[in-house]
């Protein structure tokens, strides 16, 4: 099993910034992948960047050049730095982690809890 918190969300006025931070606790060998995505309300759920284990990110295109996706392999983190934020932006942030290897020839995906992110005009 793993588990996955999130911290750093919260209320922001329009071109401020905001930094998601995840972390993956629990027994597992490996993550292949981290990444972010966000649902608004009355919205599916999209993706926002992720971040392979070797360092290869993807970005949603109506975040780049705005958002940076960062890991701590070490430490099993992912961050989200969040820069000139829209109010389009505003939406529920979760982390998820894909490819978990537990050891046993497994892997599983996961999810956090979310964290809610809001900005005002």
């Known amino acids: 099993q793993v588990q996955l918190v999130e911290s750093g969300g919260g209320l922001v006025q329009a071109g401020g910034s905001l930094r998601l931070s995840c972390a993956a606790s629990?027994?597992?060998?490996?993550?292949?992948?981290l990444g972010w995505y966000r649902q608004a309300p009355g919205k599916q759920r999209e993706l926002v960047a992720r971040?392979?284990?070797?360092?290869?990110?993807n970005y949603a295109d109506s975040v780049k050049g705005r958002f940076t996706i960062s890991r701590d392999n070490a430490k099993n983190w992912v961050y989200l730095q969040m820069n000139s934020l829209k109010p389009e932006d505003t939406a529920v942030y979760y982390c998820n982690a894909a490819g978990v290897a537990d050891g046993w020839g497994r892997r599983s995906d996961y999810w956090g809890q979310g964290t809610q992110v809001t900005v005002s005009s």
């Open positions: 629990g027994s597992f060998i490996s993550i292949n992948t």
């Open positions: 971040i392979t284990s070797g360092g290869t990110t």
